[in-house]
Structures are given as C-alpha cells and as structure tokens.
C-alpha cells in the first residue's frame, strides 16, 4: 500500500487511497517509479479510453530497455546512485536515478542482485530523519522490489515520525519474516498508545495494522483488538463533518491566516447534514476523516480476521470495562460505547456507515470520478453487510429492508451491473434464513447480465469468480447456473485467456447427464460463439464508426448475415442464455463468419478449447453411466468432420477426441456393438483426421467381441471386416493428393491389427487376412506407388505384417492374444513375468521359428 502524503489535494478524488486506488495507482505508474508528486494515485476517469493509453510506445520501449540490462550497465547505475546519495545536497538527481533503478528491478520477474554497499546507502537513506520525502518514498519502493532479501537489516525500534515508520513498515512486510511482523505490530500499537492529540499523524499507521492482521491474525493481543475496535468505530461514526482549514498568505504583505472552508457536501452538491463517509466530499480532509476513509478501507478485512471465527477475535460476551489497558489512548470511546462491548460497538458503527452509503449511493454525482466512487463504495458496503450478517444474524431483517428496495434500483440501470453481485451472494448466504425467495435474483444475473455484458473484462472476471465462489451455497438453486451454461459460455468465448483456468475449476459443477450433450457441442462451437458475438457488437456500430481494418467493412455480408431469415435462427440458438435440449448444425455460419476467422481474439478462443475439452471429460467420466457415454461417442464421430474453420484449431481438437473415444468405450464397453450403425458409416464416409481414425479403427478391434457385448454377431464382425479392409485398400492404393493426404503410418498399422483381431473372433476371415497381410508387407517393400509413408513408416508397417501373420499361423493362439479373457486383462497378468502377454508372444514366436526351420527350403 501506498503511504504517500496526500495533504493538501483535493480529498474528492483521493479520499479512498486505502482500498480503491491501488489499482489506478499502478495503472498510472506506466512503468515508472512511484514517489514522483508523493502521493496516492488518484484523479479522475480512469474509462475504457485512458486504459487503452495505460502503455505507450514509449513507456513500451522503456520496459523493454529495462529488461535488456546487463549486469554490469546495472552496477554503473548502483555506482551513480550510491554517489549521489552520499551528497550532503540532494538534488534532483537523485530521484531520477533511484526511479531508473526501480524500474529496472521491477520490469522483470527474475530478481536483480544489487551490490550490499548499495542495499546499506538505501537503508541509512531510508531511515534518515533529515532525508526528503520523496527520496524515502524512492528508497523504500526500491527496497520493497528487493524483498525478500537477506542483505536488508531494517528496524523501526526507534522511528517516531509516524511517516517514515509507514515506510520502514511496508519494507518489513515485504521481507514476510513472522516473527518481524508480530514485533512491527507491537512497535506501531506502541506509538498509537503515546500519540499526543497534537502529535503525529495515524492515517500512516492503519494501514500497516491492516496489513499486520492479514499476514498474522495473531499478533495482536486481545485487549488490543478490542481497544482498537471500539477505536474504529469512533471513527467511522463520528469524523467531523466541516472541511479542513486552509491555511492563506492573504497577500505579499499580509500576514498568513486561516479561511474556514465550510461543511462538507455530498456527492450532487449537496450540503451534507448527516456524518462523513468516504463519499462525502471537499477541499481539504480534517485528520480524523482521513482515518475515517482509511477505517472504512480496512473496515471488511478487519472484521472477519477479530470477528467470531477470526484468529484474534476476543470473547464477544466480554463487557469488561477497559480501564487499565496498555492502550488507554485508544480505549478512549464516547459515553454510548460503554453500552456495549468493543466488538458489537464496531459492528453497529459499521451498519450505521454502510446505510448511509447505500443513501450516499442514491444521488446523482456531479463529476465521474465520483460516480466510480460511488459503484465502489457500494460493492464494498454491501459486501460489509454481509460479514455482519455471518457475525451476528440480528443484524439480518434490518439490512433486508435495505437490499430489497437497493436490488429493484440496481436491476434497471445497467451502469450498476457490478453491484448486483455482492446483493446477489448475500442472498445466496442469508435468503433462506431470512425466508425471502431469491430465484427472481438469480434469474436475472445469469439471464441478462452476460449476454448484455459480456464484452466487460471486470465483469467477465468477477461474475465467474461469484460463481466459483458460491458453488457451496447454491443448494437448490444449482440447476439455474447449470441451464445458464450458454450464457455464462459466453463470458468465456470473449475472454478466454484470462477466464480459462477458472472455467477449468468451474466444469466439474456446470455439467450433468442432462446438459452433458449440449454443452460438448457448445464447447466445440466456443470460436464460432466468439465470432457470433464479435459480429453482434460490429453490428452495434454505424459504419462510419468503425476502423479501415475491421473486418466486417471488407466482407460486409457477414452484417447482412444477421438478418438473413434462413439463419436468424442458427444465430438465436448460437446465442442462448439458456439450455435448450436440442442441437444445431452450424454448417452454414461457420460459411458466413469464415471471414472472422482470423481474428485475434477468436484464434485465442480456439487455443483454449483442447484445455476445456479435457476438463469436461475429465468431470463427465465422474458421473457418467452407459447410455450418456453412448450420446457422448456420436458428437466425437459427427463433429470431427465439422468444426469452425479457425487455423491449428482441428488439429488440436481431433488429439483430445482422439484421446476420448477409446475412454468412453472402456467406460462402457457395449457402446461399440450399440453404435455399429453409426461407426460404419464413419469408417466408410469421407476419410477424417487421423488422429480421430485412428482411435475409432482401435476401439473396433478392442471392443467389437462376445467377451464384451454378448449381443456381438458373426455378421456384425464381417460387416466392419469388409468396412475396414476397403478403406484399407483406399489409404494404402491411392495416390496423395490436395484432398487425400497421404496416410500416417499409425492408421495403416491399426488397421492392419484390427483386421487381424476381427478375423480370430470369425476364424472364416483368417485366410483372407493373411493375403492382405501379405500384400501388405509386399507392398512395404517396394512402395514405389501409393500413399504410403516414409522409411521410417515403410518399417513399422512391414513389422506389424509379419507380427501379424506369425500370430494367425496359430488360430488358438492369435484368439488368446487378440482377445483375452477379463481376467487376463487385469494389470496382474501384465506384472506377473510368469502369465504376462510378452512370454505368450516369446513362446509363439519360437514355435513359429522352429516350424519354418523344419520346413524344405
């Protein structure tokens, strides 16, 4: 966290340094070092606009050089600083080269070594009370970047300026060292005790308690959370309301006075007329509202680490007095605190904040920034609520009051979207408690929320993370995240990069028998989904308003696509919100949205889809029984052959079907004799990829068998014989060409095995194999004609045909091997050197050895 002084600014657009800033702090950095003006980010926007300009070209090129640094240029660099820092005179030198060296040790994620002498000048630096702020700023950010690190030897035993201890405190933080962080905690309680009502400022202090109380709950006393609760509650209740004092010259000759500024006023202007929040706003903050901001800003953390359940929560029923404490300072509490005990004193205090929030919330602000503000402090408030809900359920009916109304406000104006979330868990953690209906609440986040928002990466990332962390809560409700599954896809076709893992970890609980069909079909069409809803964003635009490279301008009948009547409905169906129960083919888009193809954002969609797929299977496989594994094997068969044409994208789907096929027929073995219809057809249709070919031609062999399916015919295994052998025929006889690739080795092989497996379950068919084994290892000798691979394939082949037509010498023998017994396919019979496979084949190689060698010449 920042500990940058901020007085003397516009509190309005800073007040929140503690919880709402740090982002836009980093994002303003730009890749250099902070410290330059001292204090917080802040200002105000912060849009889609300014984002887009976070990195310039120059600050690209900045990153970039940094990066490239030799060891030795870095040295130089140690050398210049450690000498400008041993100046009496600091100018602005110095600044410039401790930021140099920041970004430096920071642009990349390898760490740098910088020399000890350096490290030490850094420190003493650090430390020095005479030392300008901004250089302690500087030296400390640098030391944070460094940590952990074995070199530094900090203390803040004997630091007063409360400051300075800030940023000596940060350091140790970083360092992660427990026992240093339970004596910093012990140091900086220590000066909250001796803290003069005229003495140092706190507002640099809190911070680093709530960082204390994250790292070590315990590091703290009880008597010491208890003093600083009832403290914290003090201070979001009753900060002054007037604005602080600015001090004037009045003038060349005059002397300087004070000008009382007035009350300060609500977001809309407003003069406010009840207590301060971090919403209010003015000139200049007062000390005491500036701890107000930052008690708000640690307010959650706070109560959930002191709170029932918290590793420093003291005993809620203690009502003792606290007289006598080390930290009577702190214990010091208005006449109403005496009322209750420390920790129930905070909880009311942070009830009373949050509703007036929620009230603040309701205005119309005046400038952006405050807008922002507002969207924030509202997460933040409601999220508050909830914790003291789990803390203490009396606290459930009041706050219902206030979310039902809140909710209905929020649900229609689409610049509040993020709010719902937080409204949303807490009725996921208190509506069956409190008996209030909360499905009209799910209902609408995941109906509207992502097909209208899906192109907002802050929304993408928070909705599925309250997805993720809601599972456990959702109860009955699970079945409305389940039928949502197309729209919450959709969330995922737009930022798949960032959203893929989480998505990962979320299938497992998305998916069940009745969604299981739907959902693959969905997932192999995700670059289609993601071109779909980049054509329907397009489509929002006039065509003045869109770049000379967009897409749609070069191929605009991919706009009038949208409303073609013959495709309309493909486009609805792509674009669901809920499950449907039925299946499309999408031929004709994937036509029409060819020309999206290439786009960036679909080919990084198309790149997570291999990861997705595999994590489906991987939980379907968990649950699935043998009818679901049958429904499952068609999609592998029918969509192998028609996916969207993204480049690298077949390839590395047909690997992960190719991979599951053979899965979901030992999951259920009987699904190869069940889907004969539907596997013959495949085999004799237009040639597939050969990954998938290869996996289907293998099951065949390993499943079509009486041992597996007693409802395995003779004519079942005749009709794939003559299936296989004819496409066989086709990849080995016919020349390569554009359209018929020439054959990988692998499918030539399983052929050729399963061929043989087939014909010693229909003995009838061994002699008819054995001429086409022969052929085939005549054909790998002289492959001057046809498809068939190279040296290294030409081998392979001729091995397999000879193993082969060894095994078949001996019908009884070829059936053992071929088709083993259950028993003999158990993991034993494969360990056991005595029954293992391997010895049967050594055997029958032998016999076979000995009866050619009796043979006449």
């Not at 004596?183 to 202090?205: D, F, T």
């Not at 069409?525 to 964003?537: E, N, V």
């Not at 004609?785 to 091995?799: C, D, K, L, W, Y």
């Amino acid at each position: 966290m920042h500990h940058g002084t901020l007085h003397g600014t516009r509190p309005g657009s800073r007040r929140c340094c503690g919880l709402f800033s740090r982002s836009r702090q980093r994002a303003e950095r730009q890749g250099s070092c902070p410290g330059g003006g001292g204090g917080g980010g802040g200002g105000s926007g912060g849009g889609s606009g300014s984002r887009r300009r976070m990195f310039t070209t120059g600050a690209e090129s900045l990153l970039r050089q940094a990066r490239e640094l030799r060891d030795e240029e870095l040295g130089r660099l140690c050398a210049r600083v450690c000498a400008l820092l041993r100046e009496e005179d600091w100018g602005p030198d110095a600044p410039d080269a401790l930021r140099r060296l920041f970004l430096i040790i920071s642009a990349t994620k390898y760490n740098r070594r910088l020399e000890r002498p350096c490290l030490a000048l850094l420190q003493t630096t650090l430390c020095s009370p005479t030392c300008p702020e901004q250089l302690q700023l500087l030296c400390a950010a640098v030391l944070r970047e460094m940590s952990p690190c074995d070199s530094l030897s900090l203390s803040c035993d004997h630091i007063q300026n409360t400051r300075q201890l800030g940023l000596v405190a940060s350091v140790l933080l970083a360092q992660g060292d427990q026992q240093q962080v339970r004596s910093l905690a012990q140091r900086v309680l220590k000066v909250l005790e001796s803290r003069q009502p005229e003495g140092p400022s706190l507002r640099h202090l809190l911070p680093i308690v709530s960082k204390v109380t994250s790292l070590a709950p315990d590091a703290l006393h009880e008597e010491q959370t208890r003093a600083l609760s009832k403290r914290l509650g003090d201070w979001l209740r009753y900060a002054s309301v007037q604005q602080a004092v600015a001090h004037s010259s009045g003038g060349f000759f005059s002397t300087p006075r004070a000008r009382q500024l007035g009350p300060v006023t609500e977001v809309d202007g407003a003069v406010a007329t009840d207590f301060f929040t971090v919403l209010s706003t003015g000139q200049r903050f007062t000390e005491d509202q500036w701890l107000n901001v930052q008690a708000f800003s640690m307010l959650r953390a706070w109560l959930l680490d002191s709170g029932p359940g918290g590793s420093s929560a003291p005993d809620a029923d203690d009502k003792s007095e606290l007289e006598g404490s080390t930290l009577s300072v702190l214990s010091a509490a208005s006449t109403a605190g005496h009322l209750l005990p420390p920790q129930q004193w905070l909880r009311e205090k942070a009830f009373e904040y949050c509703q007036r929030l929620l009230e603040q919330s309701n205005r119309r602000a005046l400038k952006k920034a405050d807008s922002d503000l507002q969207k924030a402090c509202l997460v933040e408030a409601v999220l508050v609520l909830d914790v003291l809900c789990q803390q203490d359920p009396s606290f459930l009916y009041r706050t219902l009051s206030c979310l039902k109304p809140l909710h209905t406000r929020l649900r229609g104006d689409p610049a509040w979207v993020r709010a719902l979330l937080p409204v949303a868990q807490f009725f996921l953690h208190h509506g069956e408690a409190a008996a209030v209906d909360a499905e009209a609440v799910y209902q609408h986040l995941f109906t509207r929320i992502p097909a209208e928002h899906f192109h907002s990466p802050m929304l993408a990332f928070e909705f599925v993370q309250f997805c993720r962390d809601s599972l456990p809560l959702f109860g009955r409700n699970l079945g409305i995240l389940r039928t949502s599954f197309p729209n919450l896809f959709k969330f995922l076709a737009w930022n798949s990069p960032p959203l893929t893992s989480d998505f990962v970890a979320l299938l497992p609980s998305l998916v069940d028998a009745g969604t299981a069909v739907e959902m693959l079909h969905l997932l192999l069409d995700l670059p289609c989904l993601t071109a779909a809803l980049d054509l329907q964003l397009r489509s929002l635009q006039a065509a003045s308003e869109r770049p000379p490279w967009d897409v749609s301008i070069r191929a605009p009948g991919c706009l009038e696509a949208l409303r073609d009547s013959q495709v309309q409905g493909l486009f609805q169906h792509l674009l669901r919100a809920h499950a449907s129960g039925t299946v499309e083919r999408l031929t004709p888009l994937y036509r029409l949205l060819q020309p999206l193809a290439g786009c960036a954002r679909v080919v990084q969609c198309a790149e997570a889809v291999p990861t997705l797929l595999r994590a489906f299977f991987s939980a379907v496989t968990q649950f699935a029984d043998g009818a679901l594994a049958s429904q499952l094997a068609l999609p592998l068969l029918e969509r192998s052959d028609s996916l969207y044409q993204v480049p690298g994208y077949e390839a590395g789907v047909h690997r992960v079907l190719s991979s599951q096929f053979p899965a979901l027929c030992k999951l259920h073995p009987p699904l190869v004799v069940e889907q004969a219809k539907e596997l013959l057809e495949f085999v004799g249709g237009p040639r597939s990829g050969g990954h998938v070919l290869t996996s289907v031609v293998w099951a065949i062999g390993e499943y079509l068998s009486v041992s597996w399916d007693r409802r395995c015919t003779v004519e079942q295994i005749n009709n794939f014989f003559e299936a296989l052998e004819a496409l066989l025929f086709e990849v080995t006889q016919s020349r390569p060409s554009t359209t018929l690739p020439k054959c990988p080795p692998q499918v030539i092989t399983v052929l050729m095995t399963t061929l043989t497996k087939l014909a010693s379950r229909s003995q009838d068919l061994i002699p008819r194999v054995s001429l086409l084994l022969s052929k085939m290892r005549t054909l790998a000798q002289s492959p001057a004609t046809g498809s068939t691979p190279g040296e290294e394939g030409v081998g392979a082949i001729h091995t397999r045909a000879t193993e082969l037509l060894n095994l078949l010498k001996m019908p009884s023998v070829a059936q053992f091997v071929f088709t083993p017994s259950v028993e003999v396919s158990e993991p034993r019979y494969h360990r056991d050197t005595n029954t293992a496979l391997p010895l049967v084949l050594r055997t029958v190689s032998r016999l076979v050895e000995r009866e050619a060698g009796l043979l006449p010449g």
